[in-house]
């Protein structure tokens, strides 16, 4: 009997959680992950706001005339709404990264899309705009996640800069940084206190950009917000998907 029930659970695991990311991560099904703007590039931001280090980033940004889109936690948005609306005011997107940051495999799917909903509905409150984009904690998308119709555009990455952790430091996350090409989206945290994350990586994220945006501006790459390439021709992004 218990074996049954074990089975039972990683068949229910198996379809709900494990298949959704395999075709979301692996095949890009119903998601971005990429686009085929090859002068462009798209910085994004997860796990915030945090008071220390979003307003440096923002900051840093602002040095280089960089515009980049957040997603941002809806506990966090709560707990600092006048970074929200900072965050805002310099020109970024503002995308949700649910209302807690747990993985959607381990939720019920009311139970994500209330957190959503709770998320959309306060940052409307906070910038008078509706977010348009949504990335679900370490990209972990269930069944539901992918069958329903959604109002948002569901974003993974094509880059990441391990940030996360602080082992490697900053020459890690500028050599990371630095195999940008025009078309990625770039995956890094403006906060690091989240399950598996260090409390201090942020520091390293923040500097690291100061030594990297020059430089990939230099190459001609432009940063961007998800909304230009969504609103330029949503279907560019969702058929170049595959990297
Ligand atoms: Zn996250």
Known sequence: MRTMMTRFCLVILFFYGVLPYLLSRGFGWKVIKKSTHLSEVALTFDDGPNPLYTPMLLDILKKYNVKATFF???????LYPDIIK?????????GIHNEAHLPNWSMRPKTVQKGVERTSQLIYSLIGERATVYRPPWGMLNAYDLLKKTPYTIVLWSLMAEDWRIAGGIPKIVS?????????????????????AQEMAPMNTIQAL?????????????????DKWIAKDPRICRTDTMG
Do not use: M, N, W
């Not at 941002?72 to 709560?78: C, E, F, H, S, T």
């Open 210 to 226: 100061d030594i990297v945006l020059p430089e990939l501006q230099d190459r001609g790459l432009q940063f961007v917000k998800l």
């Open 86 to 94: 900072k965050i805002h005011d310099e020109g970024h997107q503002i």
């Open 72 to 78: 941002v936690l809806g506990y966090k948005a709560q």
């Open 176 to 196: 990371h940084l630095l195999k940008s090409k025009g078309g990625d989206i770039i995956l890094l945290h403006d906060c690091g206190k989240t399950f598996g």
